[in-house]
């Protein structure tokens, strides 16, 4: 059984505000953050711990939410326009399969929904209200994150297992996450392309939206690219409302681009830049991210004439369907996602959702048949190794310590598919772990 209720807001909003909306997705990537300290430094190094003296005593005698045959979370996402409603399907879906395996500990999960509008002061409000009346936060995604962190840090009793944006809620000791967030990059996918095009990553490019969690993490990514001997001779910031990318074509081709990465944009722009590459005749290398990853990225851009050949690097499994013969978890999410939403087209905020949802439950599983806020958050403390059943890349949730392995992936006759990665069947389960994660700064 899964429970949706509502947080409607009657604020009038324009319908630019879901173009500016839908163009902040570009800072919603694998391992975002919005925290602006970046320094001139970086190294590779282990995380922290979130351990459980930090947890209020008060905190173990806690069961809000909980009844004697019900568990009951709540999920913060922005869901007008559309822009993360996959984090509430996901969370929502993977509720509804544990429900169907007979619950955690024979109590069924059930979901609130808290729809922030996209706007900060709604985010803190659904904040406030999951301390009342549900027993954790789970699985929600916004852009306005940092209002629900004041809420979160002055509750450090209540669990909140999601993939956050802002650092500061990221680095809280009661929040866990199946990605967990640093400022840096995998040196993995970077060190693969350097070896496959040494000459091309001398001319190394990017297109950043002019958001400061997007400029953040692309600084990270840089560092780690130029300490392993690339040049970066195009970065250029762009507007969120920008639709047509003619211009900075012709100006990366003058800079001499050679290869360039998208990683951090949806498919609605990455699919607007592809367009303006083949309208102009320039043709470099092309390397997507995760959050470009979707049904709709190969039509809109033109079709599989227009884009084959170009590259893909992230942490998940293809979870669109490509791995689904090969990793049951893939088969098993799509087949929930359905089930719950039927015709939803999930996206890499539905993974996110439903590994969220699956965290907790592990966590949840451990506390026992009599759980409250404070044994949950001293199992989730316990969990150092998580990677969703390999639907995602493995980390440590607990020391906050983001994963090193990856897949590579490319689009031929319009699919994408695993290429040069090893077999699902072997020890690393597809993922390449050849190279550490690179923190920017240097964690102490």
């Known amino acids: 059984m899964i429970r949706a209720t509502s947080d409607p807001r009657t604020g009038r909003r324009r319908r630019a505000g879901a173009l500016v909306a839908a163009g902040l997705v570009l800072a919603a990537t694998l391992g975002a953050c919005s925290s602006t300290n970046a320094q001139s ?11 459980s003296s930090k947890i209020p005593s008060s905190a173990f005698s806690d069961t809000t939410g909980i009844t004697s045959s019900t568990i009951t979370v709540g999920n913060v996402s922005t ?5 993360f409603k996959g984090a509430l399907v996901g969370t929502q879906a993977y509720a509804a399969y544990v429900n169907s395996q007979g619950g955690v500990n024979g109590r069924k999960l059930l979901v609130d929904s808290y729809d922030d509008g996209y706007q900060g002061a709604p985010n803190k409000q659904g904040h406030q209200q999951i301390t009342q009346k549900d027993f954790a936060a789970v699985g929600g995604f916004s852009l306005q994150d940092s209002y629900g962190e004041t809420v979160v840090a002055a509750n450090p009793g209540l669990p909140d297992v999601t993939v956050p944006l802002d650092q500061g809620l990221s680095d809280l000791p009661n929040l866990f996450s199946p990605d967990p967030g640093a400022i840096g990059w995998q040196l993995g996918p970077l060190e693969y392309f350097k070896h496959r095009y040494p000459s091309d990553v001398k001319g190394a490019g990017a297109l950043i939206a002019d958001q400061p969690s997007a400029i953040t993490k692309w600084g990270g990514e840089k560092a780690a690219m130029q300490s392993i001997g690339y040049k970066v001779v195009y970065d250029p910031t762009f507007n969120i409302t920008q639709t047509d990318f003619n211009q900075n074509v012709v100006a990366m081709r003058q800079a001499g681009v050679k290869i360039l990465f998208l990683e951090q944009m949806p498919a609605n722009y990455a699919a607007a830049v592809v367009k303006a590459l083949n309208q102009q ?9 995760v959050s470009t990853y979707s049904e709709s990225l190969v039509p809109d851009a033109g079709g599989a004439a227009a884009i084959d050949g170009a590259y893909m690097e992230g942490l998940t499994s293809l979870f669109l369907g490509e791995d689904a013969s090969t990793i049951p978890a893939v088969n098993t999410f799509l087949t929930w996602v359905q089930k719950a939403s039927p015709g939803f087209k999930p996206d890499l905020y ?7 949802a699956q965290l907790f439950v592990q966590g949840l599983t451990a506390a026992g048949a009599n759980p409250t806020r404070g044994s949950v958050l001293q199992q989730l403390g316990k969990i150092t190794s998580f990677n969703g059943n390999y639907l995602i890349a493995t980390s440590n949730p607990a020391g906050k310590v983001p994963a090193n392995c990856y897949v590579i992936s490319q689009i031929v006759q319009g699919k994408f598919q695993r290429v040069d990665d090893p077999p699902v069947s072997g020890p690393s389960h597809g993922y390449r772990c050849d190279a550490p994660y690179y923190y920017y700064p240097p964690r102490k």
């Open 79 to 83: 869901l007008y326009a559309g822009l």
């Open 41 to 51: 430094t970086a190294t590779t190094a282990s995380g922290g711990s979130s351990g």
């Open 281 to 289: 005749n320039f043709h470099p290398q092309i390397v997507f991210g």
């Open 350 to 356: 539905t993974v996110f959702g439903w590994l969220s």
